[in-house]
C-alpha cells in the first residue's frame, strides 16, 4: 500500500510558476515509479509527466508540457516534484500524484495502483 499527498497547489498569473510535490509512504518509494496526472472540470484526467524509479529515473512528458514542466524525485525524502514554468491557462486543473509499481514512465492511468487526493491549480489570464 502506497498513500501520496500532493501540495503546492495555488493560483498563479499566466507566465508565471508553481512547485508541485507529493509525499509518498507505505512502500519503498525507490522502487516506484512516480507519475502526475490532471483532471480539468469536465474533462477526462490525462497525463502530464512521468519518473521511472529505475536507474537513471528516465522521464516521460506530455506533448502539452514539454519544455514547462519538470519532473524530478528525491528518494531520500520519498518525494516526487512537479516544477511548472511559463503556465497557461489550459494547464489549470487538479493535479493527481499517482504510483505504479512497473518500471516504465508510462502515460496510462490504469498503470498506476495508488493515487493521491488531489492539488488545484489554477491560472489567471
Known amino acids: 500500500q502506497v498513500q501520496l499527498v500532493e501540495s503546492g497547489g495555488g493560483l498563479v498569473q499566466t507566465g508565471g510558476s508553481l512547485s508541485l510535490s507529493c509525499a509518498a509512504s507505505g512502500r519503498t518509494f525507490s522502487r516506484i515509479t512516480m507519475s502526475w496526472f490532471r483532471q480539468a472540470p469536465e474533462k477526462e484526467r490525462e497525463f502530464v509527466a512521468a519518473?521511472?524509479?529505475?536507474?537513471?529515473?528516465?522521464?516521460n512528458y506530455a506533448d502539452s508540457v514539454k519544455g514547462r514542466f519538470t519532473i524530478s524525485r528525491d528518494n531520500a525524502k520519498n518525494t516526487v516534484y512537479l516544477q511548472m514554468n511559463n503556465l497557461e491557462p489550459e494547464d489549470a486543473a487538479v493535479y493527481y500524484c499517482?504510483?505504479?509499481?512497473?518500471?516504465?514512465?508510462?502515460?496510462?492511468?490504469?498503470?498506476?495502483?495508488?493515487w493521491g487526493q488531489g492539488t488545484q491549480v489554477t491560472v489567471s489570464s
Open positions: 519518473i521511472s524509479w529505475r536507474i537513471g529515473g528516465s522521464t
Open positions: 499517482a504510483a505504479g509499481l512497473t518500471g516504465v514512465p508510462s502515460n496510462r492511468p490504469g498503470e498506476y495502483d495508488y
